[in-house]
């Protein structure tokens, strides 16, 4: 049996090549019921589009790549928040006939520009979704600006440049943290501060410092450590926080990796959480529900984050446009590893 054809489409479904071709590229301005038509004629011929014939008649490669810091660079990598960007950039390629490529890399490595460049050679993608800590190194996003390839930044710590941005609330929802341990009766509470490369997880810390200022808190440098997101290093600070003659009763991670950490040392000391120690973590990756006790997290959206970074890259606001940051808000969620502090009950 012959292979269906664009015209084959067109002629069952009663309606012109063109709009075959709008509805195959999942474009707008094309009626519901007109949709359903062509689908349908679509799914009874079984027709499959030639899609390097669709690339080459529109100039355009229909290829996003997402670029990310490769987790097996760490001793204990953790891989949810790539996953669940993967799954946002995926959701909006599909739902506009794209393809995702994705490329990890080591952002330290000195040719890491001439890597990119490199890559976007050979495969001329449509655009370029750069993940943190990459996004704010300006190396690397030089790099990509040399081959004149639009690019939208993930939680770049703040705008500068020009081009556009998609974060979160890191540091509002930080300091609404904050707040929520502070009603539970804390008062000594610690913050493990993640990796200085990583600007929108220093945010973090900023939203920590206001969260204390707002409820009349003094900030203590005595309560604050500096972890590196891994999961060893919130073990490390655990240890020490908790050594101290007088240590927190809540600790804040910055991640929830290292509030796993926290919650490993924890548990070889024999302090109970939550009655003796609470925690809290920031990310709400899927390890979050997997500990026990579960995680109290602030659920950053990655998913839609990536989702929105996709979709400026392939409806793209227009060039006159000044460049702006998409904020995707986090929100709080209240498990099992926080409770009052320890005399309040």
Request: charged share 25%; proline share 7%; hydrophobic share 40%.
């Amino acid at each position: 049996m012959p292979k269906a054809t664009i015209d084959d489409v067109a002629t069952l479904a009663d309606v012109s090549i063109k709009t075959v071709s709008r509805v195959v590229n999942r474009e707008p301005n094309v009626r519901e019921a007109t949709r359903e038509k062509v689908e349908k004629a679509i799914a009874k011929l079984n027709y499959r589009p030639n899609k390097a014939a669709q690339n080459l008649a529109s100039h355009h490669s229909r290829l996003i790549v997402l670029v990310y810091d490769d987790p097996s660079a760490y001793e204990i990598p953790s891989a949810g928040f790539i996953i669940r960007m993967q799954q946002g950039a995926l959701r909006a390629c599909w739902s506009a006939n794209y393809e995702l490529l994705i490329h990890p890399c080591r952002y330290r490595n000195k040719d890491v520009g001439e890597e990119l460049k490199a890559l976007i050679e050979q495969v001329r993608p449509d655009g370029i979704v750069l993940a943190a800590p990459l996004s704010n190194v300006n190396r690397i996003v030089n790099a990509i600006l040399e081959t004149q390839t639009p690019i939208v930044r993930l939680s770049p710590g703040k705008q500068n440049g020009k081009q556009f941005s998609v974060a979160t609330n890191d540091r509002e929802i930080c300091a609404e943290m904050t707040r929520y341990l502070v009603s539970l009766g804390h008062r000594r509470i610690a913050f493990i501060k993640g990796h200085p490369d990583h600007k929108a997880v220093g945010n973090r810390y900023l939203g920590y410092q206001d969260g204390l200022k707002q409820c009349g808190l003094p900030i203590s440098d005595e309560f604050v450590i500096e972890g590196d997101n891994s999961i060893l290093s919130g073990e490390a600070c655990a240890a020490e926080l908790l050594n101290r003659p007088q240590p927190p009763s809540a600790i804040f991670a910055a991640n929830d990796d290292m509030a796993a950490g926290v919650i490993r040392v924890a548990d070889r000391l024999e302090i109970k959480v939550p009655e003796q120690l609470s925690v809290a973590g920031c990310d709400d990756i899927a390890l979050a529900q997997q500990i026990y006790p579960a995680l109290t997290t602030i659920n950053q959206p990655l998913a839609a984050m990536a989702d929105e970074a996709v979709r400026l890259l392939i409806n793209p606001e227009g060039k006159t446009k000044t460049p702006r940051t998409a904020i995707v808000p986090g929100t709080l969620r209240v498990r099992d590893s926080t409770g009052p502090a320890p005399g309040q009950l």
